[in-house]
């Protein structure tokens, strides 16, 4: 509705008459006082006069920049949502055939009905808000709170009076919604659907599991499993494995509520990525059958790195490091005094030097090899012979003179981060006791953590990091981890900073860098709703990166069914997203062709199921009511989409807004200005022409 209008301009206002008068002048002298137009008849001159008066007057208000101003009420229709719930839980009991059907042509008429007085926004939803009307119940992960988290940021400062929830209430990922929502937003009515009725069902629930292990190693499957009304009824845990049964053990249902809860240790005994089956036997009468079973994958390694510890002496140190690294099971660790090593250091990775204290003909063989070196330098070292060993820095230690010095995180370290989490735990670490001197750094040290002397902070570092072609190696300048561990513990009751700290560290120095000229970069698992994404790199001689050839991906399944790819070419690399793939154990094979080489990598991967619909079939009403109560709403049920729809009507919470708009333009950018400017143009051309003025 408008309201008003005004014209305005950039200018004094008085220059309005100007242009008037100018109109008006320029007129006067050019029809009153030239004769030639004295013969011409009054009302024919008199109209000429007034075009070219018009005109010109017109042309010099538009010099003025002038605008048009208009002020009107705009009125914006209430907003209601329409989400719903598109997993494959909704299927999952009786009435099935109602959901693919009767019911899909019952919620369009709804909202048919409701779009008459309102703005209708339909969402189907399942691990997230889709903006999409296709509803096939095929979504793996139900996250009720992500719905309204998304709502309110999609729809944030907008004029929503409802949300129609319709869903069986059961959700397996995010937060119990009626704790997660804002209540004073808008209104919210569920519609609830599925089956609150408990079915008769056997459910294996969870198998918790390593996902690696070593070759000849035990490892165990927890399995836990559910038998819901089926007392008195027999079912049979099995795990099998390449169609060979390892394990198996029967049940007698007990009650209506039975749980079942084993640990089986099984051997590793093939290297690579293995797929065991583990299933819980159906049961007569039982309507869910796809949450009995789970695929599992584990990846078989062909033996631990090994990480060797070599101590001038007995310290707390040592089982300090042993127990850190070895929290991980990649990991190793072998520990024993330095004037007792033999000298082979071809079976392991790494070497951990606890104090660098004389000048042996052991210390010397490890500073000369190949193998990456970590130096922990405290008391009991000789500064003289740690120079000597020339890693890229020196310190000139003050005689009898130690430092307990604390631990600060450099935050421009660009070898690995931490988390934040254990950044902050190492603010609270005790101090390392260590020398007292000057420290002096080459270029090529990367210092993770610096030195602070009480309150001071300083430059000097504390752990620092070399590496020099293939050669790595790490100094701490203290001793006492065995503290940092003490601490953590009684600060978190776990060690998890410490663990961090010490394998990621042990993990840099570990790993040689690859330098292969064609590298491939994947996950080792996805699960079945994660898109496959793989990239590829590609270096010349140069160890450049390119990408001037095509690169070709071959990808294999269990079944020697294949699926070629081609990747998609990045800046200076490559990409592909091979989108969603079935449940199963994969492996690939990549090829590229650059000059006259032909360059192939392969590997495997494992696409996990999720089967998170399938362990809860039975709908939560309660949920859903309670997310309705808290705002104001109420639940609703299908047949009664009706009585939803009236209530909507007459909730005076649901209401249109009613605001003022101003729109502010250029005159000069209106067309019609020019099509005036333009008949009047025209008008006294043609006059004047049929005069004989021309």
Not at 299 to 326: C, F, M, N, T, W
Not at 688 to 694: E, L, P, V
Request: glycine share 4%; aromatic share 12%; with cysteine.
């Amino acid at each position: 509705m408008l309201l008003s209008i005004n014209i305005e301009t950039e200018q004094p206002i008085w220059l309005v008459t100007v242009c008037l008068l100018l109109g008006f002048f320029y007129a006067y002298f050019l029809y009153k006082k030239d004769a030639r137009f004295d013969e011409v008849k009054p009302l024919i001159k008199k109209t000429m006069f007034g075009a070219r008066f018009v005109l010109i007057a017109l042309l010099s208000f538009l010099l003025l920049s002038p605008f048009i101003q208009t002020l009107f009420n705009k009125t914006e229709k209430p907003i209601i949502i329409f989400a719903q719930d598109n997993s494959a839980s909704i299927l999952m009991n009786k009435d099935s055939a109602f959901y693919t059907t009767t019911y899909q042509t019952k919620i369009d008429e709804f909202i048919n009905k409701l779009a008459e007085n309102f703005q209708v926004r339909k969402f189907t939803f399942g691990e997230e808000l889709k903006d999409e009307n296709t509803i096939d119940f095929s979504e793996k992960i139900t996250n009720l709170s992500a719905v309204f988290e998304q709502i309110e940021s999609k729809f944030y400062n907008q004029n929503v009076g409802a949300v129609i929830l319709a869903s069986d209430g059961i959700y397996n990922q995010g937060v119990n919604p009626a704790y997660q929502t804002n209540s004073s937003m808008y209104s919210v009515y569920s519609l609830a659907l599925g089956d609150t009725a408990v079915k008769r069902d056997v459910v294996l629930k969870e198998v918790n599991h390593n996902k690696i292990t070593f070759l000849k190693n035990q490892f165990p499957f927890e399995v836990f499993g559910l038998a819901k009304k089926a007392k008195g009824q027999k079912t049979r845990l099995k795990i099998t494995h390449n169609n060979t049964i390892l394990y198996s053990k029967d049940y007698l249902i007990e009650n209506d509520n039975y749980s079942i809860s084993e640990t089986i240790l099984l051997d590793a005994k093939q290297v690579g990525t293995q797929q065991y089956r583990i299933e819980l036997q159906s049961i007569d009468g039982e309507t869910t059958l796809s949450n009995n079973v789970k695929e599992v994958f584990v990846e078989v390694l062909d033996g631990r790195q090994r990480v060797l510890i070599l101590a001038h002496a007995p310290h707390p140190d040592i089982k300090a490091l042993k127990q850190s690294i070895e929290s991980n099971e990649n990991y190793q660790v072998t520990n024993q005094l330095i004037n007792e090593f033999d000298g082979n250091t071809k079976p392991y990775s790494l070497v951990i030097l606890h104090q660098v204290a004389e000048n042996n003909v052991a210390l010397k063989s490890i500073a000369e090899s190949s193998l990456s070196v970590w130096y922990i330098v405290g008391a009991q070292s000789n500064e003289s012979v740690f120079n000597q060993i020339n890693l890229g820095i020196k310190v000139n230690k003050s005689r009898g003179v130690f430092n307990d010095i604390l631990p600060k995180v450099d935050t421009q370290f660009p070898l690995f981060t931490l988390s934040e989490q254990t950044q902050n735990t190492i603010k609270n670490f005790p101090p390392l006791l260590g020398f007292f001197g000057e420290y002096e750094l080459k270029n090529n040290g990367y210092q993770l953590l610096n030195q602070k002397i009480g309150s001071v902070e300083t430059n000097n570092p504390l752990f620092v990091f070399f590496q020099q072609n293939d050669k790595k190696n790490a100094v701490l300048f203290g001793e006492g981890i065995w503290k940092w561990r003490m601490q953590e513990f009684l600060m978190n009751k776990n060690n998890d900073a410490t663990n961090e700290l010490i394998n990621k560290a042990v993990q840099f120095l570990s790993v040689k860098d690859d330098k292969s000229k064609f590298r491939i970069i994947y996950d080792n698992s996805y699960h079945e709703n994660e898109e496959l994404i793989i990239k590829a790199e590609l270096y010349n001689d140069s160890y450049e990166l390119i990408n001037d050839p095509e690169v070709k991906l071959t990808v294999e399944n269990s079944e020697n069914k294949k699926f070629n790819f081609l990747f998609n070419k990045t800046t200076k690399a490559y990409f592909l997203n091979a989108g969603l793939l079935p449940p199963g154990a994969y492996q690939f094979v990549a090829e590229t062709v650059y000059g006259e080489k032909k360059y192939t990598q392969k590997g495997k991967f494992q696409v996990l199921p999720l089967v998170l619909e399938a362990n809860n079939t039975t709908a939560d009403f309660q949920v859903l009511s309670n997310i309705a109560q808290k705002h104001g709403g109420k639940m609703f049920l299908p047949s009664q989409l009706d009585e939803l729809a009236a209530e909507i009507e007459q909730n005076k919470n649901i209401s249109s807004i009613i605001y003022e708009e101003q729109s502010i333009k250029d005159l000069i950018n209106l067309k019609w200005i020019f099509f005036i400017l333009l008949i009047l143009l025209t008008l006294e051309w043609f006059l004047r022409k049929q005069q004989g003025a021309y």
